[in-house]
């Protein structure tokens, strides 16, 4: 069962909502993606055995590294900050309405991933791919983050990065590879004239 935040009605004001929208959409996947990377994993668990495929193990996304906002500091994080989650809701465009009192805009907003494996290019692209699905397994679980919003497409485009090797830090020889993807979705705001 998804975690949501306490009932807030749809709030139709001159705002477009947009920080508003990525963080509520951050603390939904905070509260909830490691349960759902749970679900991906016991279902990947037996659909690795039928394939006989090699087993791939998802890691746990730490509370502290969700992030609102974009963040492109992260591809420079230490190995610690992963795997990581950012969110951001970056653009308002004007759209038709019929309504008197009450323009629609469209949101654009971002759910960036990255995940990491210690060696294997296989495993970074499984557990990539798992904290997708994940991701958007909690995103429609409430369409509306709570009530804020009228609607979250469930259509998101999705792009996963190549796959990247990068040392420890300049010190340190340990190296590891890492994996990133973007999903955007179209989100339906209501703001009043």
């Not at 990525?22 to 991906?40: H, S, Y």
């Not at 008197?100 to 759910?111: G, P, S």
């Not at 429609?140 to 979250?152: E, Y």
Request: net charge negative; glycine share 4%; aromatic share 8%.
């Amino acid at each position: 069962m998804v975690n949501t935040l306490p009932y807030a009605p749809l709030a139709v004001d001159s705002s477009f909502s947009m920080e508003l929208v990525g963080k509520r959409a951050l603390w939904m996947l905070r509260e909830n993606l490691n349960d759902e990377l749970d679900a991906q994993q016991a279902k990947w668990m037996q659909l690795d055995g039928q394939l006989d495929l090699p087993l791939t193990s998802v890691e746990h996304f730490m509370v502290e590294n969700f992030y609102h906002g974009h963040r492109p500091s992260l591809i420079e994080a230490p190995v610690d900050r992963y795997p990581n989650c950012s969110v951001m809701a970056w653009q308002a465009t004007p759209q038709f309405s019929d309504f008197d009192q009450v323009d629609l805009f469209q949101l654009h907003m971002y759910v960036e991933l990255m995940c990491k494996s210690d060696d294997d290019e296989g495993e970074v692209n499984s557990r990539i791919q798992r904290s997708v699905d994940a991701t958007h397994a909690v995103v429609m679980a409430d369409r509306t983050l709570g009530g804020i919003i009228s609607d979250i497409s469930n259509t998101p485009s999705v792009l996963l990065t190549d796959v990247f090797v990068r040392s420890e830090s300049r010190e340190v020889s340990r190296r590891f590879i890492w994996q990133g993807a973007r999903m955007e979705y179209t989100i339906t705001k209501p703001t009043a004239l």
